[in-house]
């Protein structure tokens, strides 16, 4: 059975910064995985994953300030945030792209990031 644990969430002022950890078990570890955020009221968006040659894909509202980096040993996922602006307050999900219809039985329960002075 496939679970997606995400962590590391939190409330931080603009300009600071978190990291966001993910956990995954139960299956291989994909080359292709990335990081999803869902505001309220809006649908779920992928911020920036890594492609299956290795290659990471970031939106262009997070260039520059997020990364994402991987341990294959250990089956995680991080995604480095910094200069956070309030438009990132969202939960976070990270999952395997391109999401299928088994995939999207995956979603973990996220991880909270509020962005707020």
């Known amino acids: 059975q496939v679970q997606i644990v995400e962590s590391g969430g939190g409330s931080v002022q603009p300009g600071g910064n978190l990291r966001l950890s993910c956990q995954v078990s139960g299956t291989q570890f994909g080359s292709a995985m990335g990081w999803w955020l869902q505001s309220p009221g809006s649908q779920r968006d992928v911020v920036v994953s890594f492609k299956r040659d290795g290659s990471t894909n970031h939106h262009d509202s997070v260039k520059g300030r997020f990364t994402i980096t991987r341990n294959n040993a250990h089956n995680s996922l991080d995604l480095q945030m910094k200069n956070l602006k309030p438009d990132a307050t969202a939960v976070y999900y990270c999952?395997?792209?391109?999401?299928?219809?088994?995939?999207?039985?995956?979603w973990g329960q996220g991880a909270q990031v509020t962005v707020s002075s």
């Open positions: 999952n395997f792209p391109p999401i299928t219809p088994l995939g999207a039985r995956w």
